[in-house]
């Protein structure tokens, strides 16, 4: 079936701490993406990653689509990293292709 | 670009009465896509959008919903009659189908008391 799952669902952390979320993804999703909800709620997007690795400040995303995963690396936490991180991916097949799927997300607290 | 531009930002309603959410698309993206996000389901997917026609609408709860999306540039999400139990926070976004990446609007704070 379609699947993204997302691990752990819950993280807390020390600010200035490291930390790698995970996402695996079943062989019917592809064109990975990695959102952070704030505390507002809004969905910020941070990388669309398909296949290979980006960086981008502090974040960086490595997605290795022959073996359906996916990995974002939060280094010298903040605070302001706090909310829910979801990755998501568009159904390859079928009537739902192109559909954007979630995983349920991990949700991030940094303490001070 | 302004982003997706979703609008009421906020909207508290009676029960039994008709809501509608508006959405505009990034210029150019030719998906859409509706969800809806509340504290038991999370996210979920509502309806899909591609060059305007409805892709996939298995996610729409029941006939009290519906969506159009009569041109390129603007998306509605009706609610007839509406229920307490439809309050959430219901988000727009959209994408290029051909690159695929999808940006949300700020979404549309739904209460119905």
């Known amino acids: 079936g379609i699947q993204v799952e997302q691990s752990p669902p819950d993280l807390i952390l020390q600010e200035g701490a490291n930390s790698t979320l995970r996402c695996n993804f079943s062989?019917?999703?592809?064109?990975l993406q990695w959102f952070h909800q704030n505390p507002w709620g809004q969905l910020i997007n941070l990388f669309y990653i398909p296949s290979g690795t980006k960086q981008n400040g502090r974040l960086s995303a490595t997605t290795v689509a022959t073996e359906r995963y996916s990995l974002l690396y939060i280094s010298s936490s903040q605070t302001t990293d706090s909310g829910v991180y979801f990755c998501?991916?568009?159904?390859?097949?079928?009537?739902?292709?192109?559909?954007?799927?979630f995983g349920k997300g991990t949700k991030l607290s940094v303490k001070p | 670009d302004a982003g997706v531009i979703q609008s009421p930002r906020h909207e508290v309603t009676e029960m039994g009465q008709e809501v509608t959410l508006r959405c505009k698309p990034i210029s150019g993206h030719n998906s859409l896509f509706w969800y809806r996000q509340t504290m038991m389901r999370g996210l979920e997917l509502l309806i899909y959008f591609n060059n305007n026609v409805p892709i996939d609408d298995s996610g729409m709860p029941e006939d009290r919903f519906s969506a159009k999306m009569p041109n390129a540039s603007f998306s509605t999400l009706k609610i007839q009659p509406s229920e307490p139990r439809d309050s959430a926070v219901y988000f727009c976004?959209?994408?290029?189908?051909?690159?695929?990446?999808?940006?949300f609007g700020q979404g549309t704070r739904l209460t119905v008391v």
């Open positions: 998501a991916g568009h159904a390859r097949y079928g009537g739902s292709q192109g559909n954007l799927i």
């Open positions: 976004a959209s994408g290029q189908s051909a690159i695929l990446e999808a940006f």
């Open positions: 062989d019917s999703v592809n064109n």
